[in-house]
Nanobody, 124 residues
Framework: QLQLVESGGGLVQPGESLRLSCAASGLTFAALGIGWFRQVPGQKREGVSCISSGGTSNYEASAKGRFVVTRDNAKNMVFLQLNNLKPEDTGVYYC??????????????????WGQGTQVTVSS
């Protein structure tokens, strides 16, 4: 069974950076498309970024140019580098996974496995 564990969240000031990690175990990592989502209390969970099994990445509008998603298949990990953080980036960040054909160039349309989340707070 696939397990996902996020880490790397914390409290930072506006303009600072964080690196989130998502460690996966239980399934062939190279066949997983991974998504990053953010949830704020009282609001719908929203997609932030994703990376397909083949390494293609996508970003939601506010993340473009500030966030970078990468994957290390040898370590079974995906990283989300958060740069120039803003207060509106605050929330719980979740990674999610979906099995894909190895080498897929599109992010999954939906995800079946989710991590427990890591809190990111951006405040002065």
């Amino acid at each position: 069974q696939l397990q996902l564990v996020e880490s790397g969240g914390g409290l930072v000031q506006p303009g600072e950076s964080l690196r989130l990690s998502c460690a996966a175990s239980g399934l062939t990592f190279a066949a997983l498309g991974i998504g990053w989502f953010r949830q704020v209390p009282g609001q719908k969970r929203e997609g932030v970024s994703c990376i397909s099994s083949g390494g293609t990445s996508n970003y939601e509008a506010s993340a473009k140019g500030r966030f970078v998603v990468t994957r290390d298949n040898a370590k079974n990990m995906v990283f989300l580098q958060l740069n120039n953080l803003k207060p509106e980036d605050t929330g719980v960040y979740y990674c999610a996974a979906q099995l894909q054909i190895v080498g897929s160039d599109k992010c999954p349309a939906r995800y079946t496995h989710w991590g427990q989340g890591t809190q990111v707070t951006v405040s002065s």
